[in-house]
Structures are given as structure tokens and as C-alpha cells.
């Protein structure tokens, strides 16, 4: 499993003002760019997209990622939530890098270049990639689970 480096670290948590001031508009640059692709779209709930409510929630859950990635058992719970959701959506790892695709060119697009550097991009390439091998490694054991009962 990948980790991020205390630098990156650092740089993700020094970015949680940023989050929460912009998140919204992050998440929503995001989806536009990760629905792009047809079959990636068909996932989500349209009614949860249209009412904004699923930018919202996914910005929140950044924020927190953001203010928690050196105290991850914090987020225990949001994990558990999102591993359910994925795990009930369909979410394979096959579809991590087309939300990492999407989102670190949101922040940049949202945040400016001169605000979200290489440097930051970089650190929350790192922060994106730890969560998703978390995601990754429960919802693999959540599939399992399924297939066992």
C-alpha cells in the first residue's frame, strides 16, 4: 500500500483552507471532466449530481481527508460509508486513475497554477493515491465478504 510522505503530508493539510473555501467548486470541475466518459457517469446518482449534493459531499469528505491524513483512524467511519457506497455502485480499481485524472486537474483549474503548483499537485497526487489503495484494499474484502455470504 502506498503512503504519502510527511512533506506531502504537510502540504495536503496546509491546502484545508483552500478545501474549504473552493471544494464545491473542485468536486463539480471534477465531475465534469470524470464524466466525460459515459459508462463512468451511468455509476452515479444524476438527482444527487443535479441538486449538488453529491459535490458537497464528496468536497466535505476531502476536507476531512485533508485536516486527518496524519490521523487516517479518524476517518474510519467516512471510509466504512464510502467503501458501502462503492462496493453497492460497482466501484472497481480499474477506476481510481479516472478519478485521480479528474481531480488534480480540477484543483488546478479551480485553485489557479500559481496557488496549486506542481509541488501541491504532487502532494495531493500522493494523498490521492494512499486513500485509494485503502479504498481499494476494503472494498476488495467487502466484494469478498459479499461473495462468501
Given at each position: 500500500?502506498?503512503?504519502?510522505?510527511?512533506?506531502?503530508?504537510?502540504?495536503?493539510?496546509?491546502?484545508?483552507?483552500?478545501?474549504?473555501?473552493?471544494?464545491?467548486?473542485?468536486?463539480t470541475?471534477?465531475?465534469?471532466?470524470?464524466?466525460?466518459?459515459?459508462?463512468?457517469?451511468?455509476?452515479?446518482?444524476?438527482?444527487?449530481?443535479?441538486?449538488?449534493?453529491?459535490p458537497?459531499?464528496?468536497?466535505?469528505?476531502?476536507?476531512?481527508?485533508?485536516?486527518?491524513?496524519?490521523?487516517l483512524?479518524?476517518?474510519?467511519?467516512?471510509?466504512?460509508?464510502?467503501?458501502?457506497?462503492?462496493?453497492?455502485?460497482?466501484?472497481?480499481?480499474?477506476?481510481?486513475?479516472?478519478?485521480?485524472n479528474?481531480?488534480l486537474?480540477?484543483?488546478?483549474?479551480?485553485?489557479?497554477?500559481?496557488?496549486?503548483?506542481?509541488?501541491?499537485?504532487?502532494?495531493?497526487?500522493?494523498?490521492?493515491?494512499?486513500?485509494?489503495?485503502?479504498?481499494?484494499?476494503?472494498?476488495?474484502?467487502?466484494?469478498?465478504?459479499?461473495?462468501?455470504?
Open positions: 500500500m502506498r503512503t504519502a510522505s510527511a512533506a506531502a503530508m504537510e502540504i495536503v493539510k496546509s491546502t484545508a483552507p483552500l478545501l474549504e473555501q473552493h471544494g464545491v467548486a473542485i468536486t470541475a471534477m465531475y465534469a471532466r470524470l464524466f466525460q466518459d459515459p459508462e463512468i457517469e451511468a455509476m452515479f446518482d444524476r438527482a444527487a449530481q443535479a441538486s449538488g449534493e453529491q458537497r459531499r464528496l468536497a466535505g469528505a476531502i476536507l476531512a481527508y485533508a485536516k486527518n491524513i496524519d490521523k483512524a479518524n476517518l474510519n467511519t467516512a471510509v466504512q460509508r464510502m467503501v458501502a457506497r462503492h462496493v453497492e455502485t460497482g466501484v472497481k480499481p480499474e477506476h481510481y486513475p479516472n478519478v485521480a479528474a481531480l486537474p480540477a484543483i488546478r483549474d479551480v485553485l489557479s497554477a500559481e496557488v496549486a503548483t506542481d509541488e501541491v499537485l504532487a502532494a495531493w497526487g500522493e494523498a490521492y493515491w494512499m486513500l485509494a489503495d485503502i479504498l481499494i484494499g476494503a472494498e476488495a474484502q467487502a466484494y469478498e465478504d459479499r461473495l462468501a455470504a
